[in-house]
């Protein structure tokens, strides 16, 4: 099944694949078959866990149906020109028997005429919120409300094209390797199991069950967890959160300094003052913010902070084979886990900073 | 012998049906790969407008499909022109031989436009020898200005690599000069019915040309006008110049060299 993305320049992956068995264990047990990406993230757990923690798919979800899901998957994916998440998405479309050339008539826009006008207003906000952010905030959730969306389902599909935007930036940026997942719906073997393997993704593929929000969050984004208080979408966002402030791999100084870059670069307004406020309480003056917000350095900033900093406005808006080979050039500069902690800490800005302005009301 | 003939020509019915099933799908199959390729060949397209215009005003043109409207796609925005032109190169035209001169050209355009497309900006056309890039214009970036000064910076260095090569070829070397301002301006598709492009209107373009010009005013290579400066990185080391009156402008325009930046 020819990708549309095939031809999508790819760099070969840079992170030696390290085995770790609990991580892809758990992986298995909440989604109901291995990953092949995770024994690339086991250096950052919270990376790995995260990218399953967070996934729509398994238990978040309790407006949306996960039939709008994979469609909005495959088309942001291919927004964000990322090989294997849309290689990943198509091959789940495809096992539970989505023919191929329906795929590719989602993928070419030709579908509209026959899918529900709410399927058809999600897809069109995923792609426009991977395309301008922020900024087009008002005019998609506009458009959501005319097509009979109410605030949750709004909020859940925020969530789900901030996922993309983060899983898409974590596996394109390293380059995580997409023949695996791309053949899959080539593979003799495959083919004859599909009927299993659908039924295997059907078992563990299941609604989300309100979830009260234990722990009051203590870290920046406390609104936007808070606004999703009462959804499963709540506690697993907090905990992803608290796992990447309690990596040690980067300081909570840098990781706040790239979460800075990303807002400022996608004109969040949303996100920006919170983030704001923890610098000055890690000491950096307003002063000295605006400096690095401006100039994408500062004097006082360390060397890993003068390398991700700038390397974090890179995730914004890329070419795949462009950012990967600026993420491969740093790898003599930085430690792996440093590097790949960066790439998370980016690539979660970005998903978060897209949510915020749904979710919290983007002026 | 009746039921042998029917036989036979029940089996000879079944390969013909056979054949023709056969031919079907072989039929089927070679226009589903060209509707494939066809449809790749769409999506390389798309791709390739994205590089000339905004993603969102591409998506915009082909879901209107021929009942364009290009005053719906039009914004006001904030962006920061790049101007660069050679410099002598109508004296050079003369001297060189078409082939040559097209090869010599070629060769600067396209390291010129390495240089602004690694710095995030975008060319939106080549004039004669010129070239007209943006920084901004397709996508929301804050960091315009040091974008384009270092792309400034990074032809500078790019042109003098690329006049080493020249002279191992006995061909003379080449001069670029570099305006650059930064401004507000009308961005959209303009154009006619028959040929239409995404660009950028108004005094900001004008002035980006106009301080290109003060270069050889000046004598230097790379000038940009004070609207940069705030947003400047402080590392780059810059040169006031006099200020100069440029056509259409009703007060001389201050500019500024750029020496190098400090590592």
């Known amino acids: 099944m020819a990708s549309a993305l095939e031809h999508v320049a790819w760099e070969p992956c840079w992170i030696e694949p390290r085995p770790d068995r609990a991580l892809e264990s758990h992986a298995r047990r ?159 073997l495959m083919r004859l199991l599909r009927p299993l393997v659908n039924r295997i993704l059907r078992k563990s593929r299941y609604r989300g069950q309100a979830t009260s929000l234990d722990r009051v969050p203590s870290y920046p984004y406390v609104r936007l967890v808070r606004a999703y208080e009462g959804s499963p979408i709540a506690p697993a966002l907090g905990r992803t959160l608290e796992e990447m402030w309690g990596s040690r791999h980067l300081t909570r100084r840098c990781k706040l300094l790239m979460l800075a ?28 913010i605006a400096h690095v917000l401006t100039h994408l350095d500062a004097p006082e900033l360390d060397p890993v902070e003068r390398i991700l900093v700038p390397f974090a406005r890179d995730t914004i808006w890329y070419e795949p084979a462009v950012v990967q080979r600026r993420a491969r050039a740093l790898r003599d500069r930085l430690t792996g886990p440093q590097l790949l902690e960066g790439i998370g800490v980016a690539s979660l800005a970005n998903g978060l900073c897209r949510m915020g302005a749904m979710a919290l009301d983007h002026p | 012998m009746n039921r042998t003939i029917v036989a036979v020509a029940v089996m000879a019915l079944l390969a013909a049906l056979a054949g023709a099933l056969y031919r079907q799908r072989r039929h089927t199959a070679s226009l589903r790969a060209q509707l494939d390729a066809a449809a790749a060949e769409l999506q390389h397209l798309q791709e390739a407008c994205s590089r000339l215009a905004p993603a969102g005003v591409v998506q915009r043109l082909i879901a209107d499909g021929l009942r364009l409207s290009p005053e719906a796609a039009a914004e006001r925005k904030v962006v920061t022109a790049l101007f660069a032109d050679l410099v002598g190169f109508t004296a050079m035209s003369e001297r060189l031989e078409p082939a040559v001169l097209a090869r010599v050209l070629n060769g600067y355009f396209q390291r010129m436009s390495d240089a602004i497309h690694e710095h995030r900006g975008h060319v939106s056309t080549f004039l004669g020898d010129g070239i007209l890039a943006y920084f901004g214009a397709l996508q929301p970036n804050p960091w315009q200005c040091n974008d384009a000064v270092r792309a400034a910076l990074a032809m500078r260095a790019a042109m003098r690599e690329y006049n080493v090569e020249l002279a191992r070829e006995g061909l003379p070397a080449l001069a670029v000069g570099i305006g650059i301002h930064r401004g507000t301006g009308l961005a959209g598709m303009i154009g006619s019915r028959e040929r239409m492009e995404y660009g950028f209107v108004g005094r900001t373009v004008n002035l980006a ?37 440029v056509k259409g402008i009703a007060e001389p325009v201050v500019t500024y060299a750029v020496r190098e930046a400090l590592s």
Not at chain 1, 261 to 288: D, F, H, K, W, Y
């Open chain 1, 261 to 288: 870059v990303v807002a400022r670069g996608l004109a969040c307004e949303v996100c920006a003052p919170e983030i704001g406020e923890a610098l000055q309480n890690e000491g950096m003056t307003e002063s000295a």
């Open chain 2, 209 to 245: 040309a106009r301080v290109q010009g003060l270069t050889r005013t000046h004598q230097v290579d790379i000038l940009i006008t004070e609207a940069l400066r705030p947003d400047l990185d402080t590392r780059f080391v810059l040169a006031p110049m006099p200020a100069e009156p």
């Open chain 1, 30 to 188: 909440k989604q109901g078959m291995s990953n092949p990406a995770i024994p690339y993230f086991s250096s950052v757990p919270w990376l790995a866990r995260g990218l399953v923690d967070l996934h729509p798919e398994y238990g978040l979800l309790m407006q949306i149906d996960h039939h709008i899901m994979d469609l909005v998957g495959l088309v942001v994916s291919q927004e964000n020109s990322c090989r294997f998440c849309y290689a990943a998405v198509r091959a789940m479309l495809w096992a539970q028997g989505m023919s191929t050339e329906r795929i590719q008539g989602v993928e070419q826009d030709q579908a509209r005429a026959d899918l529900p006008p709410r399927t058809v207003a999600a897809i069109a906000f995923g792609r426009s919120q991977s395309r301008s952010g922020p900024v087009g905030a008002r005019a998609a959730r506009d458009a959501l409300r005319r097509a009979g969306l109410g605030t949750d389902e709004m909020k859940e599909l925020a969530f789900v094209v901030a996922f993309l935007d983060f899983s898409n930036r974590a596996h394109t940026i390293p380059a995580i390797p997409t023949r695996p997942v791309e053949r899959i719906p080539d593979q003799l």
